[in-house]
């Protein structure tokens, strides 16, 4: 049996709170062949997860446990087509269909989400990033979780400066 008690809950928001990404997770699954992929991941306001979307007839569902989160759904352009904000006493699930743009930002320090989709998990091939949205590290990516934290339906991207 695998528990994630409060000892592990503090662990992972602290070692979030200090890395440099401002996320951390903990695998639920044995291993990453395993059919189903079950992460809890601590996120910090801050943390920038680019725009992806996964292989074809690969869903993901987002669950809520601490904190609180807005899960972004994007159109090939970047716009937002829907936002979903997870929190206490409202939202606290969503899933997400396959082949959908999406991204996620932590609204409040200490945030806690269960990710679930189908594996198996092959880090090279999981997902397809988004080209109107820059790369992790690369300028505009702070910008981008800004506009994230308060990006409505309809709202498109900020502008991107070409690299280099």
Same mark, same amino acid.
């Given at each position: 049996?695998?528990?994630?008690?409060?000892?592990?809950?503090?662990?992972?928001?602290?070692?979030?709170?200090?890395?440099?990404?401002?996320?951390?997770?903990?695998?639920?699954?044995?291993?990453?062949?395993?059919?189903?992929?079950?992460?809890?991941?601590?996120?910090? %306001? #801050?943390? +920038? =997860?680019?725009?992806?979307?996964? @292989?074809?007839?690969? !869903?993901?569902?987002?669950?809520?446990?601490? /904190? &609180?989160?807005?899960?972004?759904?994007?159109?090939?352009?970047?716009?937002?087509?829907?936002?979903?904000?997870?929190?206490?006493?409202?939202?606290?699930?969503?899933?997400?269909?396959?082949?959908?743009?999406?991204?996620?930002?932590?609204?409040?320090?200490?945030?806690?989400?269960?990710?679930?989709? %189908? #594996?198996? +998990? =092959?880090?090279?091939?999981?997902? @397809?990033?988004?080209? !109107?949205?820059?790369?992790?590290?690369?300028? /505009? &990516?702070?910008?981008?979780?800004?506009?994230?934290?308060?990006?409505?339906?309809?709202?498109?991207?900020?502008?991107?400066?070409?690299?280099?």
């Amino acid at each position: 049996m695998k528990v994630i008690d409060g000892g592990k809950v503090a662990a992972l928001k602290a070692t979030a709170a200090a890395a440099l990404r401002l996320r951390t997770h903990a695998n639920l699954h044995d291993d990453l062949s395993d059919p189903v992929q079950r992460v809890v991941i601590a996120l910090e %306001p #801050g943390t +920038y =997860v680019r725009p992806h979307r996964h @292989n074809e007839g690969v !869903w993901e569902l987002f669950a809520l446990l601490d /904190g &609180a989160l807005a899960v972004l759904v994007f159109d090939v352009d970047g716009i937002v087509r829907e936002r979903v904000e997870l929190r206490p006493g409202g939202n606290r699930l969503v899933q997400l269909p396959p082949d959908t743009w999406h991204s996620l930002v932590a609204l409040e320090s200490g945030t806690l989400a269960l990710e679930v989709k %189908p #594996g198996p +998990y =092959v880090p090279s091939t999981d997902k @397809n990033f988004a080209a !109107w949205a820059p790369a992790e590290g690369e300028a /505009g &990516a702070a910008g981008m979780v800004r506009w994230y934290e308060g990006a409505a339906v309809g709202a498109g991207p900020p502008a991107r400066r070409p690299s280099g």
